[in-house]
């Protein structure tokens, strides 16, 4: 696969892309594709859904882009993604807690808090472990991190078996990959929460192409590793861990985007992040059009199409790396 020159052809279409994404969004069907009738309510209704539906992708994928667009510069690893470190396991566990708890219920902000708040702690406990097994060395961090989430998901595992009856079906659901968002309040708290996380990564685009180059290289370059690294990898957590929230696990979105991108020429984050969140956001569009209408009138969960997508590409990057270790 050649490196494309980033040309001014590349940006138009990389602009034009989520509202393609989106377009097919608003007219995929599990009946087939089309508007529906916006004379009835219940027209009306429907394309309220998919209209719903459509932001919820977006915003998941964007912020599931952008999380892993920064942790590849961080841990040096084109393979890095939000569940390297623990940090989807540890949000999944938060947020099922929240839905067998029924806190769910009370508020927009409830799912993304309890995600977070376990996101931040399964990151904490990482980088605890990993500093004790030797330093926060990119490889440490990775094999903490791959620990730390099995242990997570063992412990989700442990709740879905003590459930029962509703709780239980509506966890299963959401661990399959799903946007079906309840309500546009949680959307909004969501976006609210993923725009933060991505300005935050974009005022430190400088550090992240510091950190690309090794963090020996970003020190002599003048750059604050203690202050930076915690605002990176907690605003990394943040867009993770509200991506959780809402849309349940849902792999590669965070691995294949920065990657393609970065194949294209854009290595600079200044750049890199908000194409990031474009394409990211465009792609589970994408992906969820295609879970909605490749087997009527059953729907396929979102996460089954990007990590049938993604896998071929993970296999491919981890032989290409080990090619090019080879080489050197």
């Known amino acids: 696969m050649k490196r494309i020159s980033a040309g001014h052809w ?37 394309l309220e859904l998919r209209l719903c539906r459509a932001a919820t992708g977006f915003t998941v994928g964007a912020a599931l882009a952008c999380a892993g ?16 470190l623990g940090v989807s396991s540890g949000g999944a566990l938060g947020a099922a807690l929240v839905i067998a708890g029924g806190a769910s219920l009370l508020t927009p902000l409830a799912l993304p808090a309890g995600a977070f708040g376990a996101a931040a702690l399964a990151l904490l ?21 791959v620990v730390v989430g099995s242990m997570l998901s063992s412990l989700l595992m442990l709740l879905i078996s003590l459930l029962r009856d509703r709780a239980l079906h509506a966890i299963t659901w959401w661990l399959l990959g799903n946007l079906q968002a309840t309500s546009w309040p949680l959307i909004a708290t969501v976006a609210g929460l993923a725009g933060a996380a991505l300005l ?20 002599h370059l003048g750059v604050r590793t203690r202050l930076s690294l915690p605002l990176i990898l907690g ?34 984050h200044r750049r890199l992040l908000p194409l990031a969140a474009l394409t990211g956001g465009a792609f589970l569009v994408l992906c969820d059009t295609l879970a909605r209408t490749a087997a009527p009138p059953h729907e396929v969960p979102v996460g089954v199409i990007t990590s049938l997508t993604g896998g071929p590409f993970f296999l491919w990057l981890m032989l290409r790396q080990a090619r090019m270790e080879e080489r050197a």
């Open 69 to 84: 667009c920064a942790l590849q510069a961080v841990l040096r690893n084109p393979l890095a993604e939000p569940y390297v």
């Open 10 to 46: 590349t940006l138009p279409l990389l602009l034009l892309l989520p509202v393609l994404a989106l377009g097919l969004g608003l007219l995929a069907g599990g009946a087939g594709w089309g508007l529906p009738d916006l004379s009835t309510p219940t027209g009306r209704a429907i």
């Open 200 to 219: 935050a990564l974009c005022w430190e685009a400088r550090t992240l192409d510091a950190l690309a180059l090794g963090r020996e290289a970003a020190f």
């Open 125 to 145: 406990l990482t980088c605890a472990l990993a500093q004790r097994a030797g330093g926060c060395a990119p490889n440490t961090l990775i094999l903490t991190g």
């Open 235 to 268: 605003a990394a957590t943040l867009a993770a861990a509200a991506a959780v929230s809402i849309s349940g696990i849902i792999g590669f979105v965070g691995l294949i985007t920065p990657h393609v991108l970065r194949r294209m020429g854009y290595t600079s």
